[in-house]
């Protein structure tokens, strides 16, 4: 009964979850520098993770092939995706054309899942990934800003970083399937540190201004984030086909958009609501697919 109402409920929790991550950016941008704020998640999520699973007992990776799996997994879900796409945001792209580039991991994803997986994407699923993406950049589009300062390389970061979460989420499902997730996502973020750590030296001076609404947005990114947010993600991907788990990245712009509109008054424009609509037409057709 637990495990039926989990699979069911999963899904909705992880992307209203992963729709607060654009609210807690927003929320400690003023106070840190982006990689020295990841690393400052990276190693609390080490610290409570690792605790609870030793308390627990939790079995560890039991083989170094594991722990390099779950280190890889890290590396592409965490460290070069989150901190491809703050490190873009902060050097000056529209946080709009970052989210835009992070909208086409789904379709990446049915692109790739059937050569590196095998798995099949029928018609109507694939039918909804595009409508999907209508909705999402529907959503998105008020705020592109897009101008004529765009600099290349930040754009092609938020690309590789998209690629790098399309990426992780494949091999996570390639070789994750077997360990026991409290202990792999304590060695993923231990991954996602080692490459974080060096960037963060070379161009950042480790800025951190500690105050009550930095710290309300660093426990909500650790517990809710890094603990709740990746472990749905983790249970999904486990359970799932990876082009359907994929889809769901559709409904973040939305519900990041309501969130804000909630938080800090923004507006919500009609297309908006339009593409809100889209976007969830286009994941029911996707989730029958």
């Known amino acids: 009964m637990t495990s039926t109402y989990l699979t069911r409920s999963a899904p909705l929790l992880f992307v209203f979850i992963w729709g607060t991550g654009a609210i807690v950016a927003r929320l400690v941008a003023p106070y840190s520098e982006p990689l020295t704020f990841l690393l400052l998640r990276y190693g609390l999520t080490i610290a409570v993770l690792a605790g609870a699973a030793l308390a627990m007992r939790a079995p560890w990776p039991a083989t170094p092939r594991s722990w390099r799996d779950a280190m890889v997994a890290g590396v592409l879900l965490h460290g070069l995706y989150l901190g491809g796409m703050f490190w873009a945001v902060s050097t000056g792209t529209p946080a709009g054309i970052a989210a835009l580039i992070a909208g086409l991991q789904p379709l990446a ?105 930095f710290g309300l947005g660093l426990l909500w990114a650790v517990f809710g984030l890094s603990i709740g947010g990746i472990g749905f993600l983790l249970f999904l991907i486990r359970r799932g086909a990876v082009a359907g788990v994929a889809s769901l990245f559709y409904l973040v712009p939305p519900v990041s958009a309501l969130l804000a509109y909630l938080l800090f008054a923004e507006t919500l424009a009609p297309v908006q609501i339009l593409g809100m609509a889209v976007a969830v037409i286009g994941i029911a057709i996707t989730s029958k697919g």
């Open 109 to 213: 994803t049915g692109l790739l899942v059937g050569p590196l997986l095998g798995e099949h994407v029928s018609r109507q699923r694939w039918t909804g990934i595009v409508v999907g993406l209508v909705g999402a950049t529907l959503v998105i589009a008020p705020k592109l800003g897009v101008g004529r300062g765009l600099e290349p390389i930040p754009l092609l970061v938020c690309v590789l970083a998209m690629m790098s979460m399309t990426v992780g989420t494949i091999w996570q499902k390639r070789t994750g399937n077997a360990g026991d997730l409290r202990t792999s996502t304590v060695v993923q973020y231990v991954g996602a540190a080692l490459v974080t750590l060096p960037v963060a030296y070379l161009v950042e001076q480790g800025r951190v201004d500690p105050n009550l609404s």
